[in-house]
């Protein structure tokens, strides 16, 4: 079947512009998870949706990130007045319980902020 | 502090060679252990886990709770095993976040 899809797959824009990133989970898989990463390290946690709701957000870094899952599948990953420290590959992931909880990962959107 | 250490960011060995990457944690409680691997313009995958006890590629892994680690082994390493490796950890069995190490990239050179 289908796995995890993100759009754009790059955004480059400027600093202080506001920015959206999509993710499309794997039909069915109730959590949803959003992870950046810098260059040259390992994935970092953002926030993750159980249904609709935001289970945690203890990674988001300030208020300036926000994250929506309205209908318990896309999630919005949005970015208000970004700096050119944002510029990372933000990663989306899905899971369910019938897979153990195993998180499969999206492609990335590269996000550079000029 | 929950933390997942990878001291190595490149290992580089012979075709056939033996192949070890290191992987240290600290976490308060018990954790899941993984290891995600992500080839060349390929997305982030699951190499393996360690409550599955399973062989995945002719690598193993196993947990050491006494040294809190979790070191990758495969006994005679293939081209093909060149990649980005990550050592995660997450909450035991449950949907949660995963928190992963800074990486170690392998090459296998021929």
């Known amino acids: 079947g289908a796995g995890v899809s993100q759009t754009p797959s790059n955004k480059v824009t400027e600093k202080g512009k506001y920015v959206e990133l999509r993710c499309d989970p794997i039909s069915g898989h109730t959590a949803l998870y959003w992870y950046r990463q810098s260059l040259g390290q390992g994935p970092e946690f953002l926030i993750y949706?159980?249904?609709?709701?935001?289970?945690?957000d203890s990674g988001l870094p300030n208020d300036r990130f926000f994250a929506v899952r309205p209908e318990g599948s896309v999630s919005t990953l949005k970015i208000q007045r970004t700096e050119r420290g944002d510029s990372a590959v933000y990663l989306c992931?899905?899971?369910?319980?019938?897979?153990?909880?195993?998180?499969?990962f999206g492609p990335g959107t590269r996000l550079t902020v000029t | 502090a929950q933390r997942v250490t990878q001291p190595e960011k490149l290992l580089s060995v012979f075709k056939g060679a033996p192949v070890e990457l290191k992987c240290n944690y600290s976490?308060?409680?018990?954790?899941?252990l993984f290891w995600y691997v992500q080839y060349s313009r390929q997305r982030l995958q699951l190499l393996l886990r360690h409550i599955s006890r399973e062989s995945i590629k002719g690598f193993t892994a196993d947990l050491n709770k006494g040294e809190t680690s979790f070191h990758l082994k495969k006994p005679f390493a293939q081209e093909e095993d060149s990649a980005m490796y990550y050592c995660a950890l997450s909450r035991y069995s449950s949907a949660s976040k995963i928190i992963f190490g800074s990486g170690t990239r392998l090459s296998i050179r021929p």
């Open positions: 992931a899905s899971s369910n319980p019938g897979s153990r909880y195993e998180q499969y």
């Open positions: 976490y308060s409680g018990s954790p899941e």
């Open positions: 949706f159980q249904g609709t709701g935001a289970a945690d």
